[in-house]
């Protein structure tokens, strides 16, 4: 059975920093691309962030220089450091993974973690 647990988040003032943490069981991690989507009450779900199985990182123009996502495949987690925080950045974040193959992909999602930023 595939898990995907989110952690860290939590309520933080406009510039502050908060680091979320995202945990994958049930799956060969390293063979999996990870990621961040987040979304607020009224809007759409949003990429934040992601990061290939090799490590090569893309990331939402809103968070650039501000946010940075890695990963420990020793760990099955990945996890994203939130720097300068804005109160746009509210929302509910939430992680996923995902393998491509060339007849079907998989994607499972957790269940989301909520950042709030507000003096």
């Known amino acids: 059975q595939v898990q995907v647990v989110e952690s860290g988040g939590g309520l933080v003032q406009p510039g502050g920093s908060l680091s979320l943490s995202c945990e994958a069981s049930g799956i060969i991690f390293s063979h999996y691309e990870m990621g961040w989507y987040r979304q607020a009450p009224g809007n759409q779900r949003e990429l934040v962030a992601t990061i290939t199985s090799g490590s090569n990182t893309h990331y939402a123009d809103s968070v650039k220089g501000r946010f940075t996502i890695s990963r420990d495949n020793t760990k099955n987690t990945v996890y994203l450091q939130m720097n300068s925080l804005k109160p746009e950045d509210t929302a509910v974040y939430l992680c996923?993974?995902?393998?491509?193959?060339?007849?079907?992909?998989?994607?499972?999602w957790g269940q989301g973690t909520q950042v709030t930023v507000s003096s």
């Open positions: 996923y993974a995902h393998r491509a193959l060339i007849d079907r992909s998989y994607d499972y």
